[in-house]
Each structure stands twice: as structure tokens, then as C-alpha cells.
């Protein structure tokens, strides 16, 4: 029982440290920004880098928008390759406790959803509406909103870094992904975007696996 234990445990060792730590960014200036789009009267924001975005992943001085909503992010996981690695456990989100999956993207299966935007005072369609649809059918994952006027990073959860929407389900990897972003009014600034992150989560299977390798390891110790 102990060598089926200890092979059970390097197997699950083996799988957390070779698999690649994922995750697919969309930037209206940076990573994957064909799958972006917006209405007319988007502008570009020249304070993308003045340290309200610091999000891990983010193209360093890649400018965040505003106005011209609404905006559209689309993922396709059979065709949309993985474009950021993130160490195991990467902080994401101190304020709200997110990490790394450490989990490769591209299949079915479960994916966070995040985004980011910069601090700002002036937004003027509040609150800002976000809606994630699959295949085109309004409604079928999930939805959320924010006030991105809140200026206070700690109560805002940590507004420039990642922000965990919700998760959805894939069925089918080739299934096409639409994140929307829209505000209740219409208004010059409207609301402000900086990307949006889709991130796979790990499997029932692959959790246990890894508890397994855990106890193998304490086993080892004992004897």
C-alpha cells in the first residue's frame, strides 16, 4: 500500500511541476488585441502606466481605454494559445486573495475570468456592466458589475490588478467566448478597461492527485 501511496504521490509531483503555468491576456494596446474591439470615440488613456495597473502579465506601458463603449474581448481556447506563464501560486490580487491556477489553458473545462482597469475618479456611466456569453447566446455564463469611480484601492479589492469576475464552463474547446463591457449611461469617460484574463482551473482529478502526492511526502518523512 505504502509503494502505491509513494508512485501515486510522484505521479502527482510530476504533473505540477511539468505542466506550464497558463493563462490568455487580451489588451485593447498589447496582448491579443484582435480579439478587442470598441464603438467609435474610444480613446486611448496616457496614464496606462502611471502604477494604477499593475497587474502581473500586463505589457508593461500598454495604454488602457475609455469612452467608445462597448467594449468586446472574444477567446477561443482551441485557437487562442496560452500568451502569459505565471510561476505556480503568482499573486494576482493580494487584496482579494487571488492566485495562479498553475493550470495550461486551451481545452474544456472551467476558467476564471478577470479583469483590470486603472484607478480613476471621473467615469461617468456607472456603474460599469459585464456580461460573458458563450457561442453567442446572451445570458449563458455570467455577469457582474463595478464602480470604477471607488478610489480606494483596499476597499476597491485592488483596482489595477487582477479582478475575478466569475468562472465559466467550456463544453467544446472551439466554442467562442465574448466578454462585453458596456455602462448603464451613456458619457464622455463612460468606463475604462485595461484587459481581461482567462485562466483554466484545476480539475477534481488533478486536485487529488496533488493531495495524494502530499501525503506520500509526509509518509516518506515518517519512515
Known sequence: MKTV??????????????????????EPNGKASANYSAGTGTSASTTAGSGTLLAPGLTPGAASV???EPYTYTYTPSAD??????????????????????????????????????????????????DVDIDG????????????????????????????????TVTDASQVITFTIDTTTAGFVGARTAGVMF???????????????????????RR
Open 81 to 130: 494559445i496560452d500568451n502569459t506563464v505565471f510561476s505556480a501560486a503568482t499573486v494576482l490580487n493580494s487584496n482579494a486573495g487571488l492566485f495562479a491556477s498553475g493550470v495550461t489553458g486551451g481545452g474544456a473545462g472551467v476558467y476564471n475570468v478577470y479583469l483590470t482597469y486603472p484607478q480613476s475618479a471621473n467615469n461617468s456611466g456607472q456603474p460599469t456592466l459585464y
Open 5 to 26: 501511496i509513494a508512485g501515486l504521490g510522484c505521479a502527482a509531483i510530476m504533473v505540477v511541476s511539468t505542466a506550464a503555468q497558463g493563462a490568455f491576456i487580451i
Open 66 to 68: 475609455f469612452g467608445g
Open 199 to 221: 485562466e483554466p482551473v484545476p480539475e477534481p482529478a488533478t486536485l487529488g492527485l496533488m493531495g495524494l502526492g502530499g501525503l506520500a511526502m509526509l509518509s516518506r518523512k
Open 137 to 168: 447566446i446572451a445570458g449563458s455564463e455570467l455577469s457582474g458589475s463595478r464602480d470604477q469611480n471607488i478610489l480606494d484601492v483596499p476597499n476597491g479589492l485592488g483596482i489595477g490588478l487582477w479582478e475575478l469576475l466569475g468562472q465559466i
